[in-house]
């Protein structure tokens, strides 16, 4: 049928066929999302690199800002998209469950730092709570926006849960956890710096505690110990904000009236 043409034009026609089925294909599948997903990050950590792994290029910000924006541009449902996308969403257990082999390799210094670091997450923890109440208050914030703050620095499920029990909002909640942990990511290398902080673990579980997963993941581009460190402080901070948050938060609500 097509024995006329010349080769290249036989080819580039065949290719550009399967494309279209592919993407035909792709467009009445879940797996638009998925493939829309992996595709935008690999660009955005494409840039990351181009920059040096300057902080302020963090690949999931520049991920989430160009999703957003071709749902918006498209009109496609989040729900739609998240069809999907949910295959790397469910990837977030084993990925977090694959953190205690880095953490296991620190287990002797751990065992020494156990006491300041107990310490460190209970500060950490109550203090990022208390500025995120206390900052809601002082803008005259609503009941639900302030509950919806509370949990900011905690891993995004259970920050989301947390929020809820306590009359807050899941969904900003989780717009609020992503945009800590990219503001973490971002700025902790240059307040490390002007402290005067070089500790890897300590830096590592400031980090975890603060910017939770994407803290985690900016840690480990430095070195595995500092990721260990961060992964380590985002596990505890997440059961100790599930068991303590509601009644701390709860408890300062009460007391701004």
Known sequence: ??????????????????????????????????????????LAFMVYRRTGMHPLANPVALAVMVLGT????T??????????AQFVHFLLGPATVALAVPLFEQLPRLKRL?????????????????????????LGASKATIASLAPKS???????????????????????????????????RLLFDALRIQQPEVRGFALGTAAHGIGTARAFQVSEEMGAFAGLAMGLSALFSALVLPWAAGAMLRLLG
């Open 1 to 42: 049928m097509n024995e006329g043409l010349p080769l290249p034009q036989l080819v580039s026609g065949e290719a550009v066929e399967r494309l279209t089925d592919v993407w035909v294909y792709l467009s009445a599948t879940p797996l638009l999302g998925l493939t829309v997903t992996l595709l935008v990050y690999q």
């Open 114 to 138: 156990w006491l300041p670091m107990l310490g460190a997450l209970v500060v950490g923890t109550l203090a990022a709570t208390a500025s995120a109440i206390g900052i809601g208050w002082a």
């Open 75 to 84: 009109g496609t449902p989040y729900a739609t998209y998240f069809e999907g």
């Open 154 to 188: 905690v891993t995004t499920p259970v920050a989301m849960g947390i929020a809820e029990k306590m009359g807050g909002l899941p969904s900003l909640t989780a717009v609020l956890v992503v945009c800590t942990g990219v503001l973490g990511a971002a700025t902790g």
């Open 70 to 73: 071709l749902l918006w541009a």
